[in-house]
């Protein structure tokens, strides 16, 4: 029997039965990569000796009557964590030869829990894009169609899950990062509730890794099956324990319903400044006749929802007041006409302390309405970005670039709107397969729920699974 493809939690069953062995499981799973993952390029660091050893550890443990909840399970690290021993770059040149000491915590975390560690899997420049190439390991190319993204920045882990090339994996998400290569790759990402899981040791090479209160984004589990997601979540879920001085473990209410006719969703497919294309808008329709059909009770309009223009104006202040720290930026003239995303991108790329502030205390207002409208739905459902996988498009100057709606160009850094709907007030979101484009490619949509009710779309997506299906593995040479 071939392993690779098969979910976690079916091979934490298999081992727990003595089906197979983690060693066989690590064997075929490196073997996999050393076949096919020169052309995918998602593993841009491979850690194969010592896997080999966890596993043989791992076994060990099992014949003695250990039992933990990955023990054994081959696994994917998003490059940007910490793993000792290992290079830790951001895909940043000056970076290469960056070697930490010590585990990030979330890294620690999965060895506790038993998983296998494969490698590290590729990023973009900084992870500052919707793709994952870089000048140290090259381009991450998408397993359905290799001239396309996997997504980024976690494109690397998402590509690795779609090939084959173990069960599970960690990423992070500030603009979308979980849950865009998820949708473009056909695969399962949840972007938890801000400061449910700790982060330290995800960090650029250049800072001390120390636990912080990040302003927006997140670490957070994808995988093949939406249980899985919940698995490993409950590995990762928990403050650091150096900020308590002890580990502990955050207890999440449980999701609100188990049946999906007991679900009210709130269904948007529609953005004020960015059109969805036909193939997504055709996802969204099935996820919501699915849900129909379910028995939910479904809504497409509520005077609940926040503003989507300011929802979309605030989250590109917070994203690029930030993301700017650590890149030198020139102030631009602008015409205070020009309320565009671009504009706003520009303003914010100076943006004054006072400025952040005020775009903070208006989150606050936005968060409220969101409280509000969770009183109401338990889950909104809608896209991720307005395309599936777009070609890979490399142009040194992003703000240059433009994405192709069904024929229109648009500003490329625009498609993060719907991403930002859920990371500017710190919403959990989880991404789950909606089916092909005409073109094959896979299509996603983001199941946004209560914050800290993370377990609430994370049930959501699997009663979906059952309904519509999941995970589909890419046929041998749809890679084109």
């Not at 620690?108 to 998983?115: F, M, N, T, V």
């Not at 420049?125 to 169609?145: A, H, K, R, V």
């Not at 991108?345 to 969770?374: K, P, T």
């Amino acid at each position: 029997m071939e392993w690779s493809f098969q979910s976690a939690e079916e091979l934490l069953a298999a081992l727990r039965a003595g089906a197979v062995t983690s060693v066989k499981l690590t064997d075929e799973a490196i073997a996999r990569i050393e076949r096919d993952d020169e052309v995918v390029n998602a593993i841009c660091v491979p850690d194969f000796d010592r896997a080999r050893t966890a596993a043989h550890r791992a076994d060990q443990a099992r014949a003695s009557g250990e039992d933990r909840p990955l023990l054994g399970v081959p696994v994917t690290v998003k490059e940007s964590y910490n793993v000792a021993g290992l290079p830790t770059t951001w895909g940043m040149p000056p970076h290469r030869d960056y070697v930490p000491a010590e585990d990030a915590v979330q890294v620690s975390r999965l060895k506790a829990a038993g998983a296998v560690v494969l490698g590290k899997t590729n990023v973009p420049l900084g992870l500052q894009d919707i793709q994952s190439f870089n000048e140290i390991y090259g381009t991450t190319s998408n397993p359905w169609d290799h001239g396309r993204t996997p997504g980024g920045s976690s494109g690397g882990s998402a590509a690795a899950l779609a090939s084959g090339f173990g069960a599970l994996s960690i990423g992070s998400d500030i603009a979308g990062s979980l849950r865009t290569p998820a949708h473009f790759c056909g695969v399962y990402a949840h972007k938890p509730t801000l400061g449910l899981a700790a982060g330290r040791g995800m960090v650029a090479p250049s800072e001390p890794a120390l636990p912080v209160d990040l302003d927006l984004a997140v670490v957070g589990p994808m995988a093949r099956s939406a249980r899985d997601l919940t698995l490993l979540l409950d590995v990762m879920a928990g403050p650091d324990p150096l900020t308590l001085g002890v580990a502990h473990r955050l207890a999440l209410p449980p999701a609100r319903h188990e049946r999906l006719g007991d679900f009210r969703v709130l269904v948007l497919e529609d953005h004020p400044l960015i059109p969805t294309g036909s193939a997504v808008r055709a996802g969204v329709h099935r996820v919501a006749a699915a849900l129909v059909d379910g028995g939910a009770r479904v809504e497409r309009h509520s005077p609940l929802l926040p503003d989507l223009t300011e929802a979309a104006t605030l989250y590109t202040q917070l994203l690029v007041s930030g993301s700017v720290v650590r890149f030198p930026v020139e102030s631009h003239e602008l015409s205070a006409d020009d309320q565009s995303l671009d504009a706003v991108r520009l303003r914010a790329m100076v943006c004054s302390h006072s400025d952040w502030i005020e775009a903070n205390n208006r989150r606050e207002v936005h968060r409220h309405g969101w409280r509000q409208l969770f009183a109401e739905f338990d889950v909104v459902v809608c896209p991720i970005t307005p395309t599936p996988a777009f070609p890979h498009d490399h142009d040194p100057n992003p703000l240059a670039r433009r994405i192709d709606i069904d024929g229109v160009e648009h500003p490329y850094f625009d498609q993060l709107v719907w991403a930002g709907l859920a990371t500017m007030p710190g919403l959990p979101a989880t991404a789950v397969p909606a089916g092909r484009s005409p073109e094959g490619l896979p299509v996603g949509v983001q199941l946004i729920g209560p914050m800290f009710e993370d377990r609430t779309p994370l049930r959501l997506a699997e009663l979906l699974e059952q309904r519509i299906g999941g995970f589909h593995a890419p046929e041998r040479g749809a890679g084109r």
